[in-house]
């Protein structure tokens, strides 16, 4: 099982598999994709707490009321970091 952020602290009592995404990150080299839900739109913030490397193919979706109701998928998707150009964010509603 996985906690992120705070929500290791919901069930104290079973610490000795408490693992945190950038723990599994750098343990498991396997990992070639990663999706993460959000609610916040700071994909900066997400991207340095996980520790993705620039090689890793990320799509982060989040809340986004202005832009997640177009027709066109290119409103609703960027590629904003030129350093993670396998990152996607997705902009949901």
Request: proline letters at 6%.
């Amino acid at each position: 099982m996985i906690y992120l952020n705070q929500l290791q602290f919901i069930n104290q009592g079973s610490s000795n598999n408490v693992m945190s995404l950038p723990e599994l990150l750098h343990l498991v080299e396997s990992v070639v994709r990663l999706f993460s839900a959000s609610f916040t739109s700071d994909v900066s913030w997400s991207l340095a707490y996980y520790g993705s490397p620039p090689h890793l193919h990320v799509k982060v979706a989040f809340h986004s009321s202005e832009r997640c109701w177009s027709s066109s998928p290119d409103k609703r998707t960027s590629v904003p970091y030129p350093d993670f150009h396998n990152l996607m964010v997705v902009k949901y509603g």
